[in-house]
């Protein structure tokens, strides 16, 4: 019998056998990702991929690692030691990556690697209990493997026969094959196509897909006790920065500041108006703003409707910065709803203004809506909050200022951010014991030590780290920082609250 041919043999009935099967079980932990297919092609594309991954990977292991050694040293111990090595290596890989990709839609090769090479794998595991579990896991299927392989092995040596088998590879090939021209040919959600290693799909015309995982918030009730019903009105501007509020350029707003609560490093959290916007209202990452369900309505909007508040939001939802017909159909149905609503008697009110012009002229709005309400009396027992959507491309700072109804004036240089802002006022006006933990990923307002923030896109997103005064930033899944000892770990931290209200269906 020749040796290296009955070692290689053995060597297939352990790759294709035994691990290839471990990897497809292993592999179920990336339908945590709750990425699931809504038609049969889906489906259809979602096993033979899932097939012909798992395979690939363990037929890139055995034709690439496993073979070159063994023809060199056709030994049964190096056989032996050697494939239980890669197994167990490819199916940690497989493991650790389903994690990754469960819980943060990312796989760890593209810069979790990097991540877990430098601050460890307890990271991603989360608690020395989950590195045991995994450690132990690792230690019975390596002794399963060398029992199995002794098993396979006395059994070869008493009935060789030929161990040419390709069926395995075929199916494999065939898998590939099927799954690529199912994702060129059919609208396969790129989710799917995204879900394991190794996925290197031909390009394609671009298609506007929306995420599909599931967006739960809030995540609890709020548990809002209070008994008062003050108006409130907020006023913002898709883009306005902390350099434009000057006495020069916004003389009128910049007198309010003499009556309100006036928050002077209030961070913008998005990379864009729309995703401002969304996280001013929503209290959370930009991120989830492509998974959001019609019936997540911010939870502000849910506690204003329990207490039966008329609720008005004037904007043109277009996000053109410096359009000035936006701005006049918008104080136009201001107006009609002003003549319809004056009168201090009736049920308290919600009036939520967006703006598009800047500086000057976004003065002289801001202004005309508080006179406007004012001679309608209907600034009484009123919170106003004026603040930014986004600060510009060169900004990072957006204005924040409160006014109470006590009128009281107070200057906050501590960082603040646009998620803190309406949980602070939910938690102050209502009581909303819950408003942080539930809905939001912010921290009051008058906290004054933050460790870091995050500001995300669609694509990308920033670490903030306050204490070493740098920023990470992570693209198309690309790290880059200005300092190589910045705090890495970070990333898992913000990678959680952009995954903090995914849920399963």
């Known amino acids: 019998m020749n040796r290296r041919k009955f070692t290689l043999a053995w060597g297939r009935q352990i790759f294709f056998g035994l691990s290839w099967p471990f990897s497809c079980l292993i592999a179920l932990l990336y339908l945590r990702s709750f990425i699931l297919p809504e038609t049969q092609i889906d489906w259809i594309y979602l096993f033979v991929t899932y097939i012909g991954h798992m395979g690939l990977l363990n037929a890139a292991l055995y034709f690439l690692l496993f073979c070159p050694v063994i023809l060199v040293l056709p030994s049964y111990y190096v056989s032996r030691i050697w494939a239980l090595l890669l197994i167990l290596a490819l199916n940690l890989f497989i493991f650790v990556d389903a994690l990754s990709f469960s819980s943060f839609h990312l796989h760890i090769y593209s810069y979790l690697s990097k991540l877990l090479a430098e601050q460890g794998i307890h990271h991603l595991i989360g608690s020395g209990a989950g590195m045991m579990v995994l450690t132990t896991g690792a230690l019975v299927m390596s002794v399963f493997l060398w029992v199995r392989g002794e098993v396979l092995w006395r059994y070869m040596s008493g009935r060789f026969s030929n161990p040419i088998r ?25 989710k799917l196509a995204d879900m394991f290693p190794l996925n290197f799909n031909l390009p394609r015309p671009p298609r506007d ?15 809002c006790q209070g008994k008062q019903n003050p108006n409130v009105v907020m006023i913002v501007l898709r883009e306005w920065s902390t350099t434009d509020y000057t006495p020069e350029l916004m003389p009128q707003t910049f007198h309010m500041k003499r009556h309100a609560l006036s928050f002077n490093t209030n961070m913008a959290v998005a990379t864009n108006i729309e995703g401002g916007l969304f996280s001013l209202l929503y209290s959370v990452p930009a991120s989830y703003k492509s998974s959001l369900d019609t019936n997540a309505r911010p939870a502000l909007l849910r506690e204003l409707k329990d207490r039966r508040y008329e609720v008005v939001t004037l904007d043109t939802g ?9 701005d006049v159909q918008t104080m136009s149905r201001f107006r009609t709803w002003l003549t319809n609503r004056s009168g201090g008697e009736q049920q308290p009110y919600f009036l939520s203004v967006v703006l598009s012009q800047r500086s000057l002229e976004a003065d002289k709005l801001i202004h005309q809506v508080i006179v406007d309400l004012q001679r309608e009396e209907l600034l009484r027992n009123t919170h106003v ?17 409160w006014v109470t109804p006590e009128r009281k004036a107070a200057d906050f240089n501590h960082l603040t951010s646009q998620y803190d802002v309406l949980p602070s006022f939910m938690q102050r006006i209502w009581s909303c014991k819950k408003a942080f933990k539930a809905a939001s990923v912010g921290e009051p307002l008058e906290k004054k030590e933050r460790d870091w923030i995050l500001v ?32 890495f770990e970070l990333i898992f931290a913000g990678l959680k609250l952009m995954t903090k209200f995914n849920r399963p269906n």
């Open 318 to 326: 277009k996000s053109t910065v410096g359009d000035a017909s936006e």
């Open 385 to 401: 909050l004026l603040t930014g959507a986004f600060p510009g491309a060169s900004g990072s700072y957006v204005p924040l200022l």
């Open 209 to 223: 897909f929306h995420d599909n995982r599931r967006f739960y918030y809030p995540s609890d009730n709020l548990v």
């Open 166 to 190: 390709n069926w395995y590879l075929l199916l494999i090939l065939l898998s590939l094959v099927t799954s690529k021209v199912l994702h060129r040919t059919n609208d396969i959600h790129p």
């Open 456 to 487: 995300s896109g669609t694509d990308e997103f920033r670490i903030v780290d306050v204490r070493k005064d740098t920023v990470i930033s992570v693209t198309s899944g690309k790290v880059s920082a200005p300092v190589t000892n910045a705090r």
